[in-house]
């Protein structure tokens, strides 16, 4: 589909798989979940095919079988796996650069994500980004069932006409959400949704977040 450049005056991101290049820890924690449980690992790339929001589903589809394990246990279970080794994952190589280049244009910078609240926050600033954003909202628990209702607290809180607000994502639920919210969407597959996936959804697709420099 064709991008079509508007006078934005807000940019929303998606954190995980958006800025931050996490998809392949999810794959690596995930598997070690199936081994143990007998059941088949995925390749990143099956991994891109199955993964969705609510995370429940996805869950289901691997095999977890929530009358023997709960999902709330086992979606902890993960969280706690990933939590360890959330220092071994980085930013995307090119979002320091991309991030400043939106910043000197005079666009405004938030993030919303299903990524628990306070490790978004810790995360954001752990990795040099958070003072790009003016307001970082996340979840208030970590199962990543979704996030429409923040979203829409996030466009009530920006108050601007919401022709002007832009969300950049990785994923169908990010379609869904800035569909829900009523913003601009525009996709990137270089996270946790196939380029296949999103060629689907309809919505504009880029390649690169230096994409974003002649489009903004």
Not at 96 to 102: C, D, S, T, Y
Not at 137 to 166: C, F, M, Q, S, W
Request: aromatic share 10%; net charge negative.
């Amino acid at each position: 589909m064709m991008i079509e450049t508007k006078n934005y005056t807000h940019v929303i991101w998606d954190w995980n798989g958006t800025l931050l290049d996490d998809a392949w820890l999810c794959v690596d924690v995930m598997n070690g979940m199936l081994e143990e449980r007998g059941l088949p690992l995925k390749t990143l790339e099956e991994y891109k095919e199955l993964f969705d929001f609510p995370v429940k589903g996805y869950y289901a589809r691997l095999g977890f079988d929530f009358d023997r394990e709960p999902f709330d246990e086992v979606g902890m279970e993960f969280i706690v796996r990933y939590n360890g080794r959330q220092g071994e994952t980085v930013l995307h190589t090119e979002v320091p650069e991309v991030l400043a280049g939106i910043a000197a244009k005079g666009i405004t910078q938030h993030i919303l994500s299903a990524r628990e609240h306070n490790e978004l926050i810790s995360e954001t600033k752990s990795l040099g980004v958070f003072n790009f954003f003016d307001r970082i909202r996340g979840l208030d628990d970590h199962y990543a069932h979704g996030k429409t209702d923040v979203g829409l607290r996030l466009v009530a809180e920006i108050g601007v006409p919401r022709e002007k607000i832009l969300f950049i994502g990785d994923t169908r639920h990010d379609a869904e959400v800035a569909s829900q919210v009523g913003i601009d969407c525009i996709l990137v597959p270089i996270g946790h949704h196939s380029e296949k996936r999103l060629l689907a959804l309809g919505q504009p697709m880029i390649y690169s977040l230096c994409d974003l420099n002649e489009l903004l």
